[in-house]
C-alpha cells in the first residue's frame, strides 16, 4: 500500500485522540466543585486540542498532496494543476500556541486569559478558511478523478472579542459562561465537520 495513504489512515485513525470533544455542562459543574481548579485544565484542554488539530491537519493535507503529486508522476492523473492549487492553500501555517505555557500565563499574568479566549476563536477561524481553500481545491482534482466530492461547510461565526469582553464585564460576568461554552462547542462542531469531510477523502484516496 501507498507509504502516504498508510500515513493518512493512520492520522485520520488517530482524531479520536487528537480531536479531543469536551463537554461543557461537565466542565462547569466540575469547575464549580474545584473553585475553578477543573477550569485551569479545561482551559489547558482547549488549547491543547487546537494545536493538536492543527498539527494533524497539516499533515492530512501535506499526505495528500504528496500522493496526488506521486500519482501525477508516476500514473498519469491529470491533476497536476490541482496539485500546485493545494500547495497554494497550505503554504501558510497558523502559529503554533504552546499548551503549558499558556495555561501557566494565565494563572500568573493579567490579561492573559482573555488573550487565550482571542486566539482560539481566531485560529479555528484562520484554520477553517484554509481548510475550505484546500478542499475547493482537493474537490477540482476528485472531480476529473471522477470521485465524489467533499462537502466542507465551516460554521465557525467570527466572535467579536471586545463586543464579548464588554457584555462579560456589563453582565458582571455572567456572559463570560456564554463565551466558555461556545469556546468549547466551536471546537467540538469543528471537529465533527472535519471528520465527515476526511472521511470522505479517505475513501476517495483508497479508491485510487
Known amino acids: 500500500m501507498n507509504q502516504y495513504l498508510l500515513m ?27 473553585c475553578g481548579l477543573y477550569s485551569i485544565y479545561v482551559l489547558y484542554c482547549l488549547i491543547r486540542r487546537n494545536e493538536q488539530h492543527l498539527d ?18 508516476a500514473k498519469g492523473f491529470p491533476v497536476k494543476d490541482e496539485v500546485v492549487r493545494i500547495e497554494m492553500a497550505i503554504r501558510d501555517r497558523i502559529e503554533k500556541k504552546e499548551a ?7 494563572l500568573f499574568v493579567p490579561f492573559a486569559g482573555l488573550y487565550v479566549y482571542y486566539f482560539l476563536n481566531k ?14 481545491a482537493l474537490n477540482q482534482a476528485f472531480s476529473k478523478l471522477q470521485k465524489p466530492l467533499v462537502v466542507y461547510e465551516p460554521e465557525t461565526p467570527d466572535r467579536n472579542f471586545w463586543l464579548y469582553l464588554v457584555l462579560t464585564l456589563v453582565t458582571c460576568g455572567l456572559f463570560g459562561l456564554y463565551w466558555y461554552y461556545v469556546l468549547i462547542e466551536d471546537g467540538n462542531r469543528h471537529f465533527d465537520e472535519h471528520a465527515r469531510a476526511e472521511d470522505v477523502l479517505l475513501a476517495n484516496l483508497k479508491g485510487l
Open 8 to 34: 493518512i489512515e493512520a492520522n485520520v485513525a488517530s482524531r479520536e485522540e487528537k480531536d479531543k470533544r469536551l463537554n461543557f455542562w461537565l466542565a462547569l459543574f466540575l469547575g464549580i466543585i474545584t
Open 56 to 73: 494533524r491537519s497539516y499533515k492530512l493535507f501535506e499526505d495528500t498532496r504528496n500522493l496526488l503529486k506521486e500519482g501525477a508522476d
Open 100 to 106: 503549558v505555557l499558556w495555561t501557566v500565563l494565565t
Open 123 to 136: 485560529d479555528l477561524r484562520l484554520h477553517e478558511k484554509q481548510e475550505k481553500a484546500f478542499f475547493d
